[in-house]
């Protein structure tokens, strides 16, 4: 903390070998290098050498900031050069640890669970997105994010019999909630409001919706139809009014929704062309809860809706992203309708968050609008910012308003940021330099988002009095060339697909859902997620064929010299590097 450092400490942080300064970065760093993975963990603790404290204060309170496959030389690189003040500060202030090694598979469920439980994944049982049970057919799986699954103490649980209380927010395969003495928001996906744990997989009521007159320009889009407008009240002055209906389609949600149809009044406020929209339920505009023209978004607007598990209050914001003057291009964003309720613990937390520019979005939201083509990068980036503003104000009320000793949060928005981008983002993989460095532009920016919401959750907290961790699952890294697992043990003669009558049997890259057209009489082992080869193994599995002992041995060396052998015959590499026994 800046001002309180001792000489002690100042000669301590000069000499200790974790410190790293601008010029060391500056002399490791190539241009030509490409975008590498990393996990990161940074404390905010004073240096001390070995026999002396390295806390310089008494810790009354602890919590772990946890961010999802940021790539950390990267974020390292951002944060001294002063883009990340408040990462940097943690870093000058603390310890930063570079190459911390992950447990296997690098996979958020598993991962994000090895941290609060101290136990690896083949101990808590939390083994990939999917989780297997034994005795299960070997292509049936589920989602990895119910805490039923899981076989560990969590570190909250063991707290509160020490009289502690816990603070969860967002950290994912923690719902159904275990904590007693607390407070937890979400868990039961990667971001709020998204279900993957129990019950109806989906959102909770509603994924965006575009609005459109362009529908083949704009896929998915709901289209747009104008007609003279009529039966309004209270209509502003205007040379020309058009309106429609917006009907509402509630897509991916967990349970049938009401339908509903929103009115759309179009005007011409100076004669010069269509230049607003109202937005109404009723055609009464003194009632309307959106006014807008390009580019403007509206404040957050709470409505109910009707469900088949009864009355839902949602939040939600609408944008204009375009409109041109004959009203020919027009295009609507409505974000995510995000439920107000049935995501916390206790249940009447929810509606305490106040978060008057923040919405608690699916990460599909921000990243699904902007995949499809509905959004631009701006607007992107500001639904990126009030899914963390929100997060942070939810974070902040707690730690302000509510008892706690430990603190845990996951944001997950750097990992879906590299599935897309880290390709276009690598210089090794990009199609141009250019191309890289916009993509370079954006991840930053990202971060800085990130790094904002930090800094307000740490305005929330005494850290004279509080050790605080910020960490990670695993790292990113672009892809290259995709293979199948499953052509590989075909050709050892391991495993056996039927054909179709009639057809080639078309290649599949996992066994992870039934469908797989496997020949359970001829297969020894099959592939299963993101990195699990199975025996098949005869008394354990339905259609086992593989004894146990001897031959089941035989079959584990045989897939491991399949895949240690195997090159792939377009670049000639060898894409195996580690096989490894259970």
């Not at 640890?97 to 992950?102: I, S």
């Not at 023209?293 to 914001?317: D, I």
Request: aromatic content about 8%; proline content about 7%.
């Amino acid at each position: 903390r800046e001002g309180k450092r001792t000489e002690k400490t100042d000669r301590i942080r000069r000499s200790h070998p974790l410190t790293r300064d601008n010029e060391a970065l500056k002399e490791r760093r190539s241009p030509a290098r490409s975008v590498n993975e990393g996990t990161l963990i940074t404390c905010a603790v004073d240096y001390a050498p070995q026999g002396e404290d390295i806390l310089t204060g008494a810790v009354k309170k602890a919590m772990v900031i946890g961010l999802d496959a940021p790539i950390a030389p990267r974020v390292y690189r951002y944060a001294v050069e002063g883009k990340l003040p408040t990462i940097g500060r943690l870093i000058r202030e603390g310890v930063y640890g570079e190459n911390c090694l992950v447990p296997y598979p690098t996979i958020t469920p598993p991962n994000w669970t090895t941290i609060v439980t101290g136990a690896r994944p083949g101990t808590h049982g939390i083994t990939c997105f999917q989780v297997h049970v034994p005795g299960d057919p070997l292509d049936v799986t589920h989602p990895g994010f119910n805490t039923a699954d899981c076989q560990a103490e969590y570190i909250w649980t063991a707290a509160e019999r020490a009289g502690k209380r816990t603070i969860i927010v967002n950290y994912p395969s923690t719902w159904p909630p275990t904590v007693k003495d607390g407070v937890q928001l979400g868990g039961a996906a990667l971001g709020m409001n998204t279900w993957s744990s129990v019950g109806p997989r989906g959102v909770s009521l509603a994924e965006g919706q575009l609005f459109s007159t362009e529908g083949e320009t704009y896929p998915m889009s709901t289209p747009v139809e104008w007609r003279e407008a009529s039966g309004w009240r209270n209509a502003p002055k205007a040379s020309r009014r058009l309106e429609t209906d917006l009907r509402l389609s509630y897509p991916r949600a967990r349970f049938p929704v009401k339908e509903r149809t929103w009115h759309l009044l179009l005007l011409d406020t100076r004669g010069k062309g269509y230049d607003r929209v109202l937005l109404s339920e009723t055609k009464d505009a003194a009632k309307a809860f959106a006014s807008l023209s390009v580019g403007e978004w509206t404040e957050n607007v709470v409505q109910e809706f009707e469900t088949s598990q009864g009355p839902e209050r949602a939040v939600f914001r609408c944008k204009l992203l375009e409109l041109s003057g004959d009203a020919a291009r027009f295009r609507l964003y409505v974000t995510p309708l995000c439920a107000l309720r049935g995501w916390s613990y206790p249940e009447s937390v929810a509606e305490e968050i106040p978060s008057k520019e923040g919405l608690p979005m699916p990460l599909t939201g921000p990243f699904g609008a902007f995949t499809a083509g509905w959004v631009d990068q701006e607007t992107f980036m500001e639904l990126l910012e009030m899914m963390h503003v929100w997060l942070a104000d939810a974070a902040a009320y707690l730690l302000r308003n509510k008892p706690w000793d430990l603190y845990f949060m996951h944001a997950h928005c750097p990992d879906t940021m590299h599935h897309r981008f880290a390709t276009q983002m690598d210089p090794a993989t990009a199609k141009s330099p250019e191309e890289a460095e916009h993509w370079q532009e954006v991840e930053l920016e990202v971060y800085r988002s990130i790094d904002r919401a930090i800094a307000k959750i740490l305005s929330a907290v005494d850290e004279e009095e509080t050790l605080i961790i910020m960490t990670s699952d695993h790292g990113a890294k672009a892809t290259t060339r995709r293979f199948g697992v499953q052509g590989v043990l075909a050709s050892a003669g391991l495993l056996t697909l039927k054909r179709p009558t009639g057809a080639e049997p078309r290649p599949r890259l996992r066994a992870r859902r039934r469908g797989l057209p496997v020949d359970w009489t001829k297969t020894k082992a099959v592939p299963q997620r993101s990195c699990y080869i199975y025996v098949n193994v005869k008394g354990r599995d339905p259609d086992g064929i593989v004894e146990p002992g001897e031959e089941y041995e035989q079959v584990r060396d045989q897939v491991i010299k399949a895949l240690y052998e195997y090159t792939d015959s377009e670049t000639g590499k060898k894409p195996f590097t580690l096989a490894l026994r259970r």
